[in-house]
């Protein structure tokens, strides 16, 4: 008995049988390679879902070039502009590398994507301040300067706001005193000497005063106007400034005043 063509059973497809039919070798294996290339792709696709989601989990952040392996997906989600909405490249509250962005003041602890946290014992650890990181006020100006106690004051050039260095390794005095009052709002304008700083205070409503009056972020002068620090404890007990540690070098420290009365105070009435 003979067939007229080739007809057998046609081998099961990813979509059931076929039945008995009449089949062409070339067309069959057109079709088998058709639904390979589909099934090939939706396991790329899948692979490449996969791997974006791990990713994700492992605190990478969202990245595009995962979706260079995902047929038809290069330009990234359809509707999201390569990316989820909102974010860009990372997640929201992550800076593209996965790191979480903190706008917080650093404290002692620090905070990720931050780096080394103000405050002594940290060796040029203080980092540069973020605006709406300092308050107003007298208070708030002993506070910032306390950030930078133990720091040699040429290293504090470009964290501390406003502070110049202008005396390079000593002869910084006043302006680390400006520094913390401009910053503050406790004065406008900036001042690296110490009379000229006196007579901007004076401008703008300073006065003199005595020393069992001198409250926090108030201004202390030596007679000879050589020398300013800030009052940091109320009656000027004790004083934060840069001060010389040795010879022509100097530190920002808080120490005892162990002459209130013999020095000059100016405070804004």
Known sequence: MAFVGNVGFNQMSPFGFGGMQQQNPYQQGFQMGQQMAQMQQMMQMMMGMMQMMMGMMGG???????MGGMPGMQQGIPGM?????????????????????SPMPFGPSGYPGGGMPYGPGYANGAQPMLPGQVGSGG????????????????????????????????NNCADFVSSLLQSTGGIQGHFVNVRGLEQALLRQGYRRIPAEQAKPGDVWMNPSRGHTEMVATPGATQLIGSN??????????????????????????
């Not at 990478?60 to 995962?66: I, Q, V």
């Not at 920002?252 to 804004?268: E, F, K, L, V």
Request: cysteine-free; overall charge positive.
């Open 244 to 269: 010389n540690d040795r010879p022509g070098h100097q530190r920002i420290s808080q120490h005892n005043n162990r002459n209130p009365q013999g020095g000059i105070y100016y405070s804004r009435q």
């Open 81 to 101: 502009g390569g990316g989820f909405p909102g974010i860009g490249n990372g997640m929201g509250g992550y800076m593209g590398g996965g790191q979480p962005f």
């Open 60 to 66: 990478g952040g969202f990245n595009p070039a995962m």
């Open 139 to 170: 208070s708030a100006a002993v506070a910032l300067g306390q950030r930078f106690l133990g720091q040699n004051a040429i290293d504090i050039k470009g964290r501390l706001p406003n502070f110049t260095a202008a005396g390079g390794q000593t």
